[in-house]
Nanobody, 126 residues
Framework: QVQLVESGGNSVQAGGSLRLSCAAS????????MGWFRQAPGKEREGVAT????????VYDNSVKGRFTISQDNAENTVYLQMSSLKPEDSAMYYC???????????????????WGQGTQVTVAS
């Protein structure tokens, strides 16, 4: 079955950077959408960034625009989230997600994604 494995989470100081990776196995990038979501304790899961694996089009939540960059490496079947200028409010468990059907509209809604990874923790200290 499809597997998404995130890595790269860590504890950093505010202003620092991290790069998260999401390695996909038994999943063809094809014409799909893949996204990064995050969930802090007591809060709902929120979409951070998404990429269309064919067109490479991207959408970002306003809270991370200009600071985060989503990208993909087809040879490695991996999606990345480069995070810079990190803030304490970026602290959360970060999840990678992938769509199951052909992607026609980039979405930051969790309900539009079918496959999920186990998450990687990001903690930003002030």
């Amino acid at each position: 079955q499809v597997q998404l494995v995130e890595s790269g989470g860590n504890s950093v100081q505010a202003g620092g950077s991290l790069r998260l990776s999401c390695a996909a196995s038994r999943y063809s990038f094809g014409y799909n959408c893949m996204g990064w979501f995050r969930q802090a304790p007591g809060k709902e899961r929120e979409g951070v960034a998404t990429i269309h694996t064919d067109s490479r089009s991207t959408v970002y939540d306003n809270s991370v625009k200009g600071r985060f960059t989503i990208s993909q490496d087809n040879a490695e079947n991996t999606v990345y989230l480069q995070m810079s200028s990190l803030k304490p409010e970026d602290s959360a468990m970060y999840y990678c997600a992938a769509g199951r059907t052909a992607c026609t509209l980039l979405s930051l809604s969790a309900s539009d994604y079918y496959y999920w990874g186990q998450g990687t923790q990001v903690t930003v200290a002030s």
